[in-house]
């Protein structure tokens, strides 16, 4: 019982965090265009990501509420903060051509170093919720 209300308390963090993720975006998309075209990505993808990302962090919180899609809703999380993780290493180890700037909301108060190991955190609780998931949903 333990286990499995633990598993529903990070699932709800992570919700909570991919939604705000997303209607940040959506609620001010201006910024949001301006950030992107900022990023060091080649301009072909950046209309894409502008379109895609706020919806996929939407539909990842979506699948993660249903128990029956969480354990795809999960390896979706991991793989995004682990994209996500990836590239803010990048920027870290000065392999873009400049520094790209955070994206918005409340993770622009936070500096490289430190969204990255918010990311590690949340990448490390949702390996341990998906886990915690497996023992209590049949697959």
């Known amino acids: 019982m333990k286990k499995e209300f633990l598993a529903d308390f990070i699932n709800a963090l992570i919700i909570l965090l991919f939604l705000y993720a997303a209607f940040s975006k959506i609620a001010d998309h201006s910024a949001f265009v301006r950030a992107m075209n900022n990023q060091p990505i080649p301009i072909v993808f950046r209309p894409v990501v502008i379109l895609l990302l706020p919806p996929v962090e939407i539909l990842t919180a979506l699948l993660i509420i249903f128990k029956k899609s969480r354990i795809v809703g999960l390896y979706c999380f991991l793989t995004l903060m682990t994209i996500f993780s990836i590239y803010i290493a990048f920027a870290l180890l000065k392999l873009f051509p400049f520094m790209p700037c955070p994206c918005g ?23 341990l919720s998906l886990k915690l998931t497996k023992q209590h949903i049949d697959i």
């Open 105 to 127: 909301g409340l993770l622009t108060k936070l500096r490289w170093p430190g969204h990255l190991a918010l990311n590690i955190v949340f990448i490390g609780v949702g390996f």
